[in-house]
């Protein structure tokens, strides 16, 4: 009971106010009308009263004087008052306190008067009335309540059933059953049945079961009956237990429920007759049973779907016991009906919602609406609710469509008019209704009719009042979709149009919005309910029912029936079909061709499905090797490329997926971006394009779709634009372009941390690729203003998105073009000029006004000093300008014309085309053919602008504030090599632009520079390549190479394109007779020498690559060697010692690397057929004096040497060369490593080539006679004094005769290989003995001395050598053990073979267990003077006069020296030869000083070495004896030029023999150890052979200082 606590004051005070306050509380509470709220506030008032009494708080009498006053305020106070009496009574009856109880019943006693006895003998307790004495005991009391109410309700009247009350029941019911059309209603019938029952005593509950009878068989009237009820129905329980006593009747088996009662049962619901909760518990059967039901059915499903998904053989046992459950099955009785299913169905006909609802969520999800009849009624419901929304906003234009009469139940939800009406109810009977909307399609197509004319107001209503409801009504929307319509659409069957009127609906939505949609729907919904359980699993059998017979011959009726599949299932269609793509590539293309009968939608969800089949995280990308990218990721991007080009499918999922992979660092995705250009664009990325294709490429866009491809991929305009539109619409454009640019990079240094270095190349590779494919597509299908407003200038795209400048200058350079076009298109509209020279001038106009402020923006990409060698201008023409710029593929166009007129004879020829179709061909021929023609002359007229606008720009392209070799270096460094690896036709365009620098005379360009720079250090270029960097890099060698052969094959085209050009311009570093510098160019022969060496440099690279076991090298090389063999090797001996080395390759790795054995036997072969083209050296390059040196041979080589062949001056042309090298490598210092290794390579395999001059005694007695003469002169003077000069006269008549000996022998040994070969191995005989002397102790003891002077000059040698560039002095060491150092020195440098236990005058390979021996040595670094001073000049400054002359000093006396002594015969200079005899008379002023006191320190140390090595001289003698007939042997067998060599020892002949046999046998033995070493695979790097050379050359120099062997040197420095 409320409590309504009185003051204390009024307590207190009651007499003076308390009671005047009480007694006007409780007349407001009795005015106040709460809906009986009132009369708990007045007991709460009389409670506390009372009870006020009942502790002693006031008096008795005053309080019931109150209390008899207020009972005239309400009739019912009495009745209030007794029911606080009663509460009273129970409170102080169990109290202990006796006198608290007497209060209360002194307290009652006193209110007899007011209050009734009877209603105090209802209420109070017997006891309580007993001490009241309105009883006499209470005893009697009870006693007499027991008996009245067992007579009143357990003790039954006898009727008579049979007689008294038949014609009773029998009115009774004809009362009922009459028409009640007429004016009857339910008040007279209702008097009519109180007469009866009076009249015939009928029971009232029997006459309101016949009354519920009638109203079952004439349900149609329930209004009538409705209303009889209501006036008649005393109680409503009483009614409930009749109908549940109905419902009762009909739960036996076999029996069912008839509707009628379903009906009355619901209208009694409907207008609360009724309660839900006392009818359901009368219902069967129990919510417990339901639930039951529900999950065997869940688990029957999923045993169903295992069974039809595992593949299992039943044997016959199990087949028989299947039938015989079957047959109890159909033996067991019927269930009764569900009694709450149908009175669930008849609410929802009548439209009672609420009373429906609530038994729908008394059972599972969607246990209800499974039965067909409930999902139907409730469909009938939703039709009526939506009905007015659906004709003003859903119907389509010109439907008529079925009106619908609405429900008289004015309790049933009411009809929607607005949008926001929908969420009251239909969307709540919509998500109870689930997957079973699909038994009514055509409310299904009403309800999504409804959302696209919502999404249609969403998408144009952009007040912002409503935008908060149309968001909530859009997520309603949605969730219809993922709960009601896509499930129903999967238990739909083969409904195509239901399919395309979703998609209708889907299609509105963002396609983040749909792939969520259909997440749910493929992962979530199908295992919710039986029904789907099923159906997924029947889908899946019968998608590999159909893969199964999937071939190229039955596409059309596989196509169909994968189309009828996928129209209510393709979720889990596609999943499986993507399932079988991805372990069988071969389907792709049945399948592709089979989904023609696909749905929009169904579309859509494939492309959902190929994504999610992308991004599966259970899945690898890469193989189990870590090297390659996985099957199935190669076969989903094929099909991406195959689908997303032939149907209409949305892109933009697939494209945002790309993005987001490459946000998060990962490129394997990126495979897919490059499919789908390449099939969608026509723009195909290969590395493997022939020639044919690669000039094609250099065309326009016409020539490139035709001739640029492998396969001509027609009709893609439809299908760019779709993917052009995709990328505009989604920004996706630039960001995919800045991400993959950045990616190249981080697959590298990022992504490639732990992965195999050939897959983070391949990823690196596809990365690239990609990033030009998609760019190139960029470039040719985005209109200017879309291209340029969204690609940022190059200083923005550099700096501030950091992308590499390759990339974003291959970004920009479509922009450039768009820009220059479209100035000079404006330029020539504002003046009217069309004379060509008017046009030229506008288009160089043009490009000033747009290149000028990229010239300014490229300033910032790198250092300011990189600017002081190259212009800004030039850089910006170099990145801006392609192939297309620079020349017209006339060839290409004239090759795609002739095509197409054979395509238009063929189709004219065949009889078997139709007319029209014939005609429709030809036509399209003659289009395409006048559309090349008009492209090839628009781009004539192009390419003339560029070349005049070039040829304007030219002059101020390269700056003169450093040398020429710095401009080179940051030209290949900044321009040339990163383009050229970027594409195939970039390196074209690269070759061909230096080509076009060289044609334009672009002062201060060195074009023999440049060409050597490419040609001489290409390893660490070639290791640091990928694998198609590697073929477009040796697509730009072969370029360069294309060039320099035009020019070496012919004199007249070198003369034409060479001479008198600024590129061959060469300035001798030397004083003519005028005592200036003399500018001279490089005549032919020479060039001619230069390019051999060109050859020779890229056979010792690519031997080196070869040699150094690493994957990459070896793959790099072999790609780049092929690219390059139409032009190298074209000398024969380094064809043949390539392929001795690519064949050790094939040996090598046939088991190992099959990849690299594939690329070593298939280069192999092409270099077999190349053997053909292959000349000679001399051939290659004459060895002759060239004409323009033939003049001034007497200044050469003296007055006395006027008859002196010209081959051996050609010899002295080639030892300047070889001295350029040396210079050359001295200046570097350890700048370049190769550079210094290639120049000393070439410098000790000059000295190789010996003369064959050795074969006869004679000449071996005059060779010691010369070299001792020699010693002794040099101790006289150290120059050439006038006291030599007949001995000088003496030497050079010995060295002519030995010169025509020489070629004498090898004009014999030419004719006679097999005597050679013969030679070579008693050489190899005499090495093995020696090592075996050695090995057994042999030598005595008074050798070691001479064996660690020998070590010592080995050492020191490469010092000695330099020194002899810069002093005027003649070297004091021996030739004879410079020889042999030099010899050692190859053994442990890399030759061109880079193996140890090559010869030093020949190249020993074996080939199928046999020597092979190479007719001739592998070539010095062949080049004239000039090549010297070009390479001199390679990385020093312009020299100073004083530097000039000591220059001249130092090369004067090497010519001297070399000229007395055959053995080191190579250097001389055209201009020192000019100024001989003047420099001499210099060289004796400056060295009379020295010439003493060297004269007799060498004399005393003669003398002690000859004693100490007299012992020994005996037993050597016939060592070196055997060695020097050994050698000579070989030596005749070289095609060489070499002068015999000569003794410039100061030893006696038994000093120099003792040494040579302790040298060559000491060579052999290292030889042969360096075999084994090589043999075992533990090969030296380049760079510790350095070391260790770089420490010999250290100690031996320390040795020199102790000998004093270079005092001379020394003093002239």
């Known amino acids: 009971m409320a409590t309504l606590i009185l003051p204390g004051e009024w307590i207190k005070n009651w007499e003076k106010s308390g009671k005047h306050e009480f007694v006007q509380l409780c007349k407001e509470l009795t005015e106040k009308t709460d809906h009986g709220n009132e009369t708990k506030d007045i007991q709460a008032a009389l409670y506390e009263v009372c009870s006020q009494v009942v502790q002693g708080n006031l008096k008795i009498d005053l309080v019931s004087a109150v209390l008899g006053e207020m009972m005239e305020l309400r009739d019912d106070l009495p009745s209030i008052l007794a029911d606080v009496f009663c509460i009273l009574d129970l409170e102080t ?30 209420r109070l307790d017997p006891e309580t009335l007993e001490s009241l004495g309105l009883i006499k005991q209470a005893h009697q009391f009870n006693q007499k309540i027991v008996k009245i109410k067992t007579k009143l309700f357990y003790k039954q009247q006898k009727f008579n059933l049979l007689r008294e009350e038949n014609e009773g029941y029998a009115k009774l019911i004809t009362e009922l059953g009459q028409d009640l059309s007429g004016n009857i209603t339910s008040t007279l019938v209702l008097e009519s049945i109180k007469s009866l029952i009076g009249c015939f005593n009928l029971d009232p509950n029997r006459v309101l079961d016949i009354i519920l009878e009638v109203y079952e068989s004439r349900s149609e009237q329930d209004e009538f009956f409705l209303s009889l009820i209501k006036s008649y129905m005393c109680e409503p329980i009483t009614l409930c237990h009749i109908l549940g006593f109905k419902f009762k009747f009909y739960q036996e088996p076999n029996e069912e429920t008839p509707k009628s009662l379903y009906h009355i049962a619901a209208a009694l619901l409907n207008h609360k007759l009724i309660e839900l909760e006392d009818l359901y518990v009368h219902l069967m059967p129990v919510d417990g049973t339901i639930v039951e039901e529900h999950k065997r059915e869940i688990s029957e499903a999923k045993q169903i779907a295992r069974k039809l998904v595992t593949v299992v053989l039943p044997s016959e046992k199990s087949e028989d016991k299947e039938k015989e459950k079957e047959k109890e099955e159909e033996k067991n009785e019927k269930p009764p009906d569900n009694q709450k299913l149908g009175l669930l169905e008849a609410l929802l006909r009548i439209g009672d919602w609420h009373h429906a609802q609530s038994i729908m969520d008394q059972m599972p999800s969607f246990y209800a609406t499974s039965h067909k009849t409930i999902a139907l009624a409730l469909c009938q419901l939703v039709h009526l609710t939506v009905e007015p929304l659906y004709r003003r906003a859903g119907v389509p234009k010109g439907a008529k469509g079925c009106a619908l009469q609405p429900l008289k139940n004015k309790r049933a939800p009411q009809p929607t008019e607005s949008f926001e009406d929908l969420r009251k109810d239909t969307f709540s009977m919509l998500c109870y209704l689930g997957p079973h909307l699909s038994h009514d399609p055509i409310l299904f197509a009403k309800i999504v009719r409804l959302g696209k004319s919502f999404m249609k107001e969403y998408q144009t209503d952009g007040r912002p009042e409503v935008k908060d409801k149309m968001e909530i009504l859009l997520s309603c929307f949605l969730s219809i979709a993922d709960q009601v319509l896509l499930p129903s659409l999967s238990l739909m069957e083969c409904n195509a149009c239901m399919s395309e009127e979703l998609w209708g609906l889907f299609k509105l939505f963002p396609y983040q919005h749909r792939y969520r949609l259909y997440g749910q729907w493929k992962n979530e919904t199908y295992s919710g309910h039986p029904l789907l359980v099923k159906v997924k699993a029947q889908t899946v059998e019968r998608a590999r029912y159909i893969m199964k017979r999937l071939t190229k011959e039955n596409i059309k009726q596989s196509g169909r029936q994968i189309g009828k599949l996928s129209h209510s299932n393709p979720t889990i269609l596609f999943d499986y079909m993507l399932s079988q793509i991805q372990w069988y590539d071969n389907l792709i293309v049945p399948v592709v061709d089979s989904l023609k009968y696909l749905t929009s939608l169904n579309y859509d969800v494939l492309a959902y499905c190929i994504i999610e089949a992308l991004a599966n995280p259970e899945k690898e990308k890469m193989k189990h090797d870590d090297t390659t990218l996985s099957l199935w990721l190669q076969s989903l991007a094929s099909l991406c490329g195959a689908v997303f080009r032939k149907y209409p499918i949305e892109l933009a999922g697939l494209l945002q997926y790309v993005t987001n992979q490459l946000k998060a660092g990962k490129s394997f995705d990126l495979l897919i971006l490059k499919e789908v250009v390449q099939k969608m664009a026509g723009i195909e990325i290969t590395d493997e394009m ?33 993917l052009k539109d995709a990328l505009l619409d989604h920004e996706l454009a630039l960001p ?10 981080g697959v590298v240094f990022l992504e490639g941390g732990e992965k195999h270095l050939k897959l983070v190349g391949h990823l690196y590779d596809q990365c690239h690729d990609t990033l030009v494919q998609f760019g190139g597509f960029l470039a040719s299908n985005l209109s200017t203003e879309d291209y340029i407003k969204r690609v940022p200038s ?54 000033e006004q747009v290149m000028t402020p990229v010239h300014e923006a490229v300033m910032s990409l790198h250092p300011a000093r990189v600017w002081d060698d190259l212009r800004p201008q030039f850089y910006a023409t170099f990145w801006s300008l392609t192939m297309y710029d620079l020349a017209v593929p006339h060839a290409a166009y004239e090759r795609e014309v002739n095509k197409l007129k054979v395509q238009i004879k063929a189709i004219e020829e065949n009889s078997e085309i139709p007319l029209n179709k014939k005609k429709k061909e030809k036509e399209r021929c003659t289009a395409l053919q006048e559309k090349l023609q008009e492209e090839e002359k628009k781009q004539m007229e192009h390419v003339q602008r560029v070349l005049h606008r070039l040829k304007l720009e030219k002059d101020s392209w390269l700056l003169t504030k450093s040398t020429k070799n710095e401009t080179i270096t940051k030209f290949l460094q900044l321009c040339l090599f990163p383009r050229c690896i970027f594409s195939s036709i970039d390196a074209v365009y690269c070759a061909r632009f230096v080509e076009l620098v060289h044609q334009q005379k672009t002062p201060n360009f060195c074009t023999l520079l440049c060409y050597d720079r490419v040609f001489s250090a290409i390893i660490y270029t070639v290791a640091s390549c990928t694998e198609n960097e590697s073929h477009r890099y040796g697509r730009f060698l072969c370029c360069m190479l294309e060039t320099v052969t035009r020019w070496h094959s012919n004199r007249a085209v070198y003369e034409k394109e060479c001479v008198n050009y600024p590129g061959f311009l060469t300035i001798f570093r030397a004083a003519g007779f005028d005592g200036g510098n003399k500018a001279d160019q490089l005549d032919y022969e020479n060039f001619r020498h230069v390019v051999h060496k060109w050859h020779y440099m890229l056979t010792k690279a690519s031997v080196h690559c070869l040699e150094t076991g690493d994957y990459t090298h070896i793959r790099n090389i072999l790609i780049v060697l092929t690219k390059i063999l139409p032009c190298y090797p074209k000398v024969l001996n380094l064809g043949q010692a390539l392929e001795c080395r690519v064949h050790k390759i094939c040996l090598e790795e046939k088991d190992k690397r099959p990849d690299l054995y594939a690329l070593a036997m298939g280069y192999s072969g092409r270099l077999k057929s190349q053997k053909v083209h292959m000349v000679p050296e001399n051939e290659f390059h004459h060895k002759d004096q060239p004409a323009r040196s033939a003049t001034p041979a007497s200044q050469q080589n003296g007055p006395g040497s006027t008859g002196k062949p010209a081959a051996n001056t050609s010899k002295t042309e080639e030892g300047g060369f070889e001295d350029g090298d040396r210079v050359k490598d001295k200046s570097q210092g350890t700048t370049k490593p190769v550079n210094k290794a290639n120049s000393t390579t070439a410098k000790v395999t000059t000295s190789n080539g010996n003369g064959a001059l050795n074969s006869t005694k004679a000449v071996k007695d005059d060779k010691e006679k010369s070299g001792k003469e020699k010693k002794e002169k040099k101790e006289k003077t150290p120059g050439s004094t006038p006291e030599t000069k007949a001995e000088n006269r003496r030497e050079k008549q010995r060295d002519e005769r030995a010169g025509k000996e020489e070629r004498l022998l090898r004009e014999g040994k030419e004719k006679t290989p097999k005597a050679d070969r013969e030679k070579v191995k008693l050489d190899e005989k005499s090495g093995k003995d020696d090592k075996a002397k050695a090995g057994n102790g042999e030598p005595v003891e008074p050798a070691r001395d001479a064996v660690k002077e020998s070590k010592n000059k080995e050492k020191g040698d490469r010092n000695a050598a330099t020194a002899t560039l810069k002093s005027p002095n003649p070297r004091s060491d021996s030739a004879e053990s410079e020889r042999d150092h030099k ?3 190859l053994d442990s440098h890399s030759s061109p073979s880079h193996s140890s236990s090559v010869k030093p005058q020949f190249l020993k390979v074996r080939d199928q267990g046999r020597s092979l021996l190479l007719d001739r040595p592998l070539p010095p670094s062949s080049s004239s003077s000039t090549d010297f001073l070009l390479l001199s000049d390679n990385l020093l400054p312009p020299p100073t006069p004083s530097q000039l002359i000591c220059h001249l000093h130092s090369s004067l006396q090497d010519s001297s020296n070399e000229l007395k002594d055959p053995a080191t015969k190579h250097i001389n200079f055209n201009s020192v030869a000019r100024s001989k005899s003047r420099e001499r008379e210099v060289e004796k002023k400056d060295t009379e000083s020295v010439q003493g006191r060297s004269k007799e320190k060498k004399e005393e140390k003669e003398r002690k070495e000859r004693k100490r090595d007299h012992g020994v001289n005996d037993r050597e003698a016939s060592q070196e004896s055997k060695r020097r007939k050994d050698e000579n042997g070989t030596n005749s067998s070289k095609n060489s030029q070499s002068a015999s060599p000569s003794c410039d020892s100061p030893l006696t002949p038994e000093k120099e023999k003792t040494k040579r046999s302790k040298s060559s046998s000491k060579e052999k033995a290292e030889s042969v150890k360096a075999e084994r070493t090589s043999s075992g695979g533990k090969k030296e790097s380049r760079h510790e052979k350095s070391e260790k050379k770089e420490k010999r050359d250290s100690a031996g120099g320390k040795e020199e200082k102790k000998q004093s062997r270079l005092t001379s040197t020394d003093n002239v420095h």
Do not use: W
């Not at 044919?692 to 634009?721: D, H, P, V």
């Not at 995919?736 to 990079?745: D, E, I, K, P, T």
């Not at 076009?821 to 106009?845: C, D, F, I, M, P």
């Open 93 to 122: 009856g169990a109290l202990e306190e006796k006198n608290k109880r007497d209060y209360y019943t002194h307290l009652v006693g006193a209110c007899l008067s007011f209050v009734p006895e009877a209603i105090l003998k209802e």
């Open 690 to 722: 022939t020639s044919e294709q690669l000039e094609a490429m250099t065309g326009g866009e016409q020539l490139k779709a035709e001739g640029g491809y492998f396969g001509q991929i027609r009709n893609t305009k439809k299908s760019s634009q779709r």
């Open 736 to 745: 995919l372009c800045l991400l993959m640019a950045q990616q190249r990079n």
């Open 794 to 847: 190059i200083d923005v795209l550099c700096n501030q998105f950091h992308t590499p400048h390759d990339a974003a200058f291959f970004l920009s350079r479509p922009m450039y073009a768009h820009q220059i076009l479209s100035k000079y298109e404006e330029l020539k509209k504002a003046e009217k000029g069309n004379r060509q020279q008017q046009k030229v001038t506008k288009y160089v106009a043009a490009c």
């Open 1383 to 1385: 010899r050692r020195k």
